[in-house]
């Protein structure tokens, strides 16, 4: 009974720490998505970054939003990702009155910082 109980909550740490370790990145890219061809390219190319989870790039919006395992990847590696296939990205923060507030231009080997 005690492994029991000592396997479940090791399992229960295991899912804490994972869910601690995700994160999600909204990135607006230009030139800007436009057809089904621009979400294939991204999505296969893109998902070679290690720890991508999902990539959901959005034609109504022209956003791409990446769910990542932050243990695995930076920012720049996919910064580095979308250059490769011709693209320069912007990381986009939403507002809570769901309007877009757009952080620094991301360039690769730079830093992101908010812009005032």
Do not use: H
């Not at 720490?17 to 190319?45: G, H, L, S, Y």
């Not at 970054?49 to 959901?56: A, F, P, Q, Y």
């Not at 250059?83 to 231009?105: H, L, Q």
Request: proline share 3%; hydrophobic share 40%; glycine share 2%.
């Amino acid at each position: 009974m005690k492994k029991l109980i000592l396997l479940a909550f090791s399992l229960f740490l295991a899912v804490m720490v994972q869910a601690q370790t995700m994160k999600e990145v909204v990135f607006k890219t230009e030139p800007e998505i436009e057809c089904n061809n621009c979400v294939k390219r991204i999505k296969d190319n893109v998902r070679f970054v290690k720890g991508v989870k999902t990539i959901n790039p959005d034609l109504k919006t022209k956003l791409v939003t990446i769910q990542y395992d932050s243990e695995k990847a930076t920012l720049d590696d996919f910064v580095k990702a979308f250059t490769k296939i011709g693209y320069k990205v912007t990381v986009v923060e939403p507002k809570e009155n769901k309007e877009e507030k757009v952080r620094e231009e991301a360039t690769p080997n730079s830093k992101l910082q908010t812009s005032n």
